[in-house]
């Protein structure tokens, strides 16, 4: 059974733009099975989306840690 991930509209679109820059060179599924598009009042304060870009390997130089905002803001 996989989990239901909730996101703001802007989420999903900083998300789509995570997938284009990084799909030729993550190995793993960058896009969730399934989400929910949620407003941005319902998204939980303080909450964000996470997800590692590049390779496998948490910490290693070619890998990144992505942040995504409720409004859509990235940061790593």
């Known amino acids: 059974m996989s989990t239901v991930i909730k996101f703001t509209q802007q989420q999903l679109d900083a998300l789509y733009q995570v997938y284009l820059n990084w ?6 599924p960058i896009m969730p099975e399934s989400f ?3 407003s941005t009042e319902d998204y939980e304060v303080g909450g964000y ?3 590692w870009v590049g390779t496998p390997i948490c910490g ?3 890998s990144m840690y992505i942040g995504i905002e ?4 990235t940061h790593s």
């Open 23 to 28: 799909q030729d060179v993550t190995p793993h």
């Open 36 to 38: 929910e598009v949620i």
């Open 49 to 51: 989306y996470g997800l």
């Open 60 to 62: 290693n130089p070619g």
């Open 70 to 73: 409720a409004d859509g803001h």
